[in-house]
Nanobody
Framework: QVQLVESGGGLVQTGGSLRLPCTISGRTGSTYAVGWVRQPPGKEREFVAAINTVLRSTGRTDYADSVKGRFTISRDNAKSTVYLQMNSLKPEDTAVYSC????????????????WGQGTQVTVSS
């Protein structure tokens, strides 16, 4: 079992920034990926970003086109935490953001992830 806990959501104005931490615990194995997926109101889940957490190496990352250049995913292995830094936020970024785990490699589909956090609401006002 793997547990993930997100925090850091809230209300922010257009152009503002938020950082979402995701703390991972449990039987993760040494090589796994953590992704961020969001679900805007009334819409399907969509991939945002992911990072591969191979120990003792820099993590490979991937991003949705809609957030490239604005969002950055990073990790702190010592804290078992993955961060999503969101800058230049737009109203269309409003969604419930969830982090998720899958073994080995990055996935870009939400159904590729096996464990999920509870989600945190991000609201961007115009």
């Amino acid at each position: 079992q793997v547990q993930l806990v997100e925090s850091g959501g809230g209300l922010v104005q257009t152009g503002g920034s938020l950082r979402l931490p995701c703390t991972i615990s449990g039987r993760t194995g040494s090589t796994y990926a953590v992704g961020w997926v969001r679900q805007p109101p009334g819409k399907e889940r969509e991939f945002v970003a992911a990072i591969n957490t191979v120990l003792r190496s820099t993590g490979r990352t991937d991003y949705a086109d809609s957030v490239k250049g604005r969002f950055t995913i990073s990790r702190d292995n010592a804290k078992s935490t993955v961060y999503l830094q969101m800058n230049s936020l737009k109203p269309e970024d409003t969604a419930v953001y969830s982090c998720a785990y899958r073994p080995l490699t990055i996935g870009k589909r939400s159904d590729e992830y096996t464990y999920w956090g509870q989600g945190t609401q991000v609201t961007v006002s115009s």
